[in-house]
């Protein structure tokens, strides 16, 4: 019997990298062993994809079913919000996700029909569509090692058709010539009532991966953007092109997006809070340094001082924590402390104007101008079109011409 690994979904997730063997089973290999890493690797917590906005089911709520077939789902991921509805399994191992991928096709399946809807009822709200929300049926067809059974993909592919369910999302490939699959391109033909979006695979669009290659009227192939927007070098042919790459993270780090963009709305109550939590998730010196900077913003200068040396604590190299907290020294009128954090800060990133600015500000009330003078020109060296910086230089020429003439 033969065997396959799986590829990718709606885009190229997972590059596959075929390789030649002298068995009879044919076999792609999946980088990164097959794997997607959805579980933090030190505290065990599943980890967050960026940028998920799916909602719970509330009552009343109208449903869809969509079949992934994959490696199974995490069903108890806090995003999927439980709205995994049933379950299959195909491989005689159960229905968990050994490898996270089918995770991740759920995850982006869910957010990409959640924001559709919501921006459908934003555009018509005189007459809002009462649309369906999707709810994901696992079907399990890859082993913990990526592997598919080919007779198992055609199973499940009967199995949806029998049970009613109308869109199935394959992320799977395999490799080799029309002649050779026949029996999987007849097994979705077989299934006329459900349509299925399948990839198309990541060698590049002269190479064949079925069923995305197999001709089929209820089928359609699904290929990857790159950064751009254009189509991705590394992408299958396809009918239709997707974004090809996601994000994923821990939910200490989902926290700390979240907290930054409520301080960014000057909701800093909100913001400090999830920071808090955030830290609390995992130590991040990102979390301490925001906390800092909304301490600095509302001038609660000795919670930011102990923000920014927390942060410097975990991660002493940090430069921004380093001039942040200089600035604190600064607006405490320590000048001798302040010059010493930002010059560190400096050191570390001499490209940074706005870090030289501030040390020439320190250097001004400590009455070295011409030094001061001399930061602000490396300021404007580096960003001409930085504001202020002439205003600043002339200011401090008119100080030392005046202390010249009180002098005399």
């Given at each position: 019997m033969r065997c396959f690994k799986i590829i990718t979904f709606l885009s190229a997730l997972i590059t596959v990298i075929p390789f030649s063997s002298s068995q009879s089973e044919e076999k792609g290999k999946l980088l990164d062993n097959s794997k997607i890493s959805i579980r933090h690797p030190v505290t065990g917590e599943y980890l967050y994809l960026s940028g998920m906005k799916i909602q719970p089911l509330k009552e009343g709520d109208k449903t869809t079913p969509v079949a992934v077939v994959d490696s199974g789902v995490a069903e108890d991921h806090p995003q999927l919000q439980g709205r995994v509805a049933e379950e299959v399994d195909f491989t005689s191992e159960g229905p968990n996700d050994f490898t996270g991928h089918g995770t991740v096709v759920s995850l982006i399946l869910l957010n990409a029909s959640d924001m559709t809807a919501a921006s459908l009822m934003a555009s018509d709200k005189a007459s809002p569509v009462d649309l369906p929300k999707i709810v994901i049926v696992n079907v399990k067809v890859a082993d913990r090692n990526g592997e598919i059974k080919k007779q198992d993909l055609i199973r499940a592919i009967d199995w949806i058709g029998r049970n009613n369910i109308r869109t199935a999302n394959l992320s799977l490939g395999f490799l080799g010539t029309a002649e050779e699959h026949q029996d999987?391109?007849?097994?979705?033909?077989?299934?006329?009532?459900?349509?299925?979006?399948?990839?198309?695979?990541?060698?590049?669009?002269?190479?064949?991966?079925?069923?995305?290659?197999?001709?089929?009227?209820?089928?359609?192939?699904?290929?990857?953007?790159?950064?751009?927007?254009?189509?991705?070098?590394?992408?299958?042919?396809?009918?239709?092109?997707?974004?090809?790459?996601?994000?994923?993270?821990?939910?200490?780090?989902?926290?700390?997006?979240?907290?930054i963009h409520l301080s960014r709305l000057e909701k800093y109550d909100l913001a400090l809070n999830k920071l808090q939590k955030a830290f609390e998730a995992e130590p991040l010196a990102e979390a301490k340094f925001e906390q800092g900077l909304i301490y600095l913003r509302t001038n609660n200068l000795p919670a930011a001082r102990e923000a920014f040396q927390t942060s410097l604590k975990i991660f002493p190299d940090f430069a921004s924590a380093l001039e942040h907290l200089g600035l604190v020294f600064f607006l405490e009128n320590d000048l001798t402390t302040a010059k010493v954090y930002i010059e560190n800060a400096i050191s570390l990133v001499p490209g940074n104007p706005r870090a030289h600015v501030n040390l020439s500000s320190v250097l001004q009330n400590m009455k070295q101008f011409d030094a001061a003078i001399k930061e602000l020109e490396e300021a404007q060296r580096l960003a001409p079109d930085y504001p202020g910086i002439a205003q600043r230089i002339k200011k401090i020429e008119l100080i030392q011409i005046l202390r010249k003439k009180l002098d005399r």
């Open positions: 999987l391109c007849q097994a979705i033909r077989n299934q006329p009532h459900v349509f299925f979006f399948i990839a198309a695979g990541n060698q590049g669009p002269d190479v064949a991966n079925y069923p995305a290659a197999c001709e089929a009227p209820n089928a359609m192939s699904v290929g990857a953007t790159g950064p751009t927007g254009k189509i991705a070098p590394y992408s299958g042919s396809a009918d239709i092109y997707a974004p090809g790459t996601i994000k994923v993270i821990s939910r200490a780090m989902r926290l700390l997006e979240e907290g």
